[in-house]
């Protein structure tokens, strides 16, 4: 160990260490609050607030223990143990259930201890894990959670390389979420609202985003449906007919293809997290471009949905029998299918079309037959492909990057937090 590195335990440097609220919470949740974390909230490194919790401020003043502030470190109890994240400025006031809750001292940054957790520190954790149908980690078992310490500005060097990463990693993520909300907001305002046509109708001369020559070319009034109003012209069909379902792709049984599994498949996002690659045996096949669907429940109802562009040209590969593949046909880009499986037209109609015996329930492929849409003019569905295609390819390339960056990240990580490599502070940092 470096001589100016101490052994000591998470307790001895640390403020506080106590459990978020145990106890049943159901009937406590209210739509609008105090952000209340639980394990599902938490991920290594970072928060996942897409699916928080909130609870009445008066409720909230009750649960005093389990308050939380920014800087302050929780860890995942029971779930995925050991998984860490940091408080962050961004949410000023907040609760937690079943978390260890750490209030580092003067001596450990948040930050860094969320690192070691993480990586260093799994050993303990998995080794001490408690209980028999459900394992947990428990406080006690976080209080004497060794650390080997670095000098306070010799944490905040190691941070400061690591964080530039993640800090990158999370601008990739942002940028790629707001440029997919535009591309589903312009997907809506063309195709479902038809926003373009009653502006036109309204005498407006042009739609902000929209080519003139697009523009001009939509039609002035919107005439009664089966689905209600739609564009002159824009012919009502079965989805079925505008989309290749299930389309037959070839892999040789035993051949080596990525695979997806199911929990790969992204409840936000098109991008799914991860794949291997596996000899093919019984799946639905898919190449760049196609769109997947979950069609199982709760996947639907989570939103499970991915837009398949992380394959090698001309790549074919393969996944769960329980998604269904989508494949615009011309005029309609490839990326029409994903905006459209996003939407909760859609997601309605195939949560309401499901069958089969509860806990097991599925939409058959056969249900596409019966969605009904309006079907676009070519110059405004190419249109569509030519905006919004561009977009999701930044998306891809950001999220190419950030798994580079994620892989230094995760090399350098157990090298920093040993001592292996030491990052030279600034004189500053040190003197600080």
């Known amino acids: 160990m470096n001589r ?5 335990t998470l307790e001895e440097v640390s403020d ?13 949740y209210v739509e609008i609050g105090i952000p209340f974390l639980r394990s599902q909230n938490v991920k290594r490194l970072q928060l996942d607030l897409s699916e928080t919790k909130f609870i009445p401020e008066s409720f909230h003043a009750e649960l005093q223990k389990s308050r939380l502030r920014p800087g302050d470190v929780v860890i995942v109890r029971t779930g995925e143990p050991g998984s860490c994240a940091v408080i962050p400025d961004t949410l000023p006031d907040s609760n937690c259930s079943d978390l260890v809750i750490v209030r580092p001292g003067s001596e450990l940054d948040a930050r860094f201890l969320s690192y070691y957790v993480n990586a260093a520190a799994q050993h303990h954790v998995a080794s001490h894990l408690v209980g028999a149908v459900q394992q947990h980690f428990n406080v006690g078992a976080a209080r ?37 909300k535009l591309a589903r907001a312009i997907f809506r305002a063309w195709f479902v609202d038809f926003e373009p046509v009653h502006a036109k109708a309204a005498g407006a001369t042009s739609f902000p985003g929209m080519p003139p020559a697009v523009f001009d070319s939509l039609p002035t009034r919107l005439v009664d449906s089966e689905l ?3 564009p002159e012209g824009w012919g009502v069909e079965r989805l079925s007919t505008i989309c290749e379902v299930n389309p037959k792709r070839a892999i040789r049984k035993g051949d080596v293809a990525p695979y997806l599994d199911m929990k790969g498949m992204p409840t936000s996002g098109h991008a799914p997290s991860d794949w291997i690659d596996r000899p093919f045996g019984s799946g639905m096949r898919f190449i760049n471009g196609d769109t997947l669907v979950a069609r199982i429940t709760p996947c639907l109802e989570n939103g499970k949905t991915a837009y398949v562009d992380f394959l090698e040209p001309d790549q074919v590969a393969w996944g769960s029998t329980e998604y269904i593949v989508l494949r615009p046909l011309d005029p309609n880009p490839p ?28 939409v058959p492929a056969e249900a596409m037959d019966h969605y009904r849409l309006a079907n676009p003019s070519r110059s405004c569905a190419e249109a569509f492909g030519k905006i919004v295609e561009p977009l999701f390819a930044r998306v891809r390339a950001g999220i190419d990057e950030s798994r580079k960056l994620a892989e230094l990240r995760d090399y350098l990580l157990p090298k920093l937090l040993s001592g292996e490599v030491r990052v030279n502070p600034t004189a500053d940092e040190e003197a600080a």
Request: with cysteine; proline share 5%.
């Open 144 to 180: 004497t959670l060794p650390l080997n310490l670095p000098p306070f500005f010799e944490q905040l060097a190691i941070v400061g390389v690591l964080g530039a990463l993640d800090d990158k990693i999370e601008q990739n993520r942002r940028t790629a979420e707001g440029l997919e």
């Open 228 to 230: 209600g109003p739609i």
């Open 4 to 8: 100016d590195w101490r052994q000591v």
């Open 335 to 362: 990326i029409f299918a994903y905006c459209l499986a996003r939407t909760d037209e859609f997601r309605d109609f195939a949560v309401q079309n499901m069958s089969g015996t509860s806990g097991r329930q599925r």
């Open 16 to 28: 506080q260490i106590t459990v978020g609220h145990v106890g049943s919470m159901a009937s406590r």
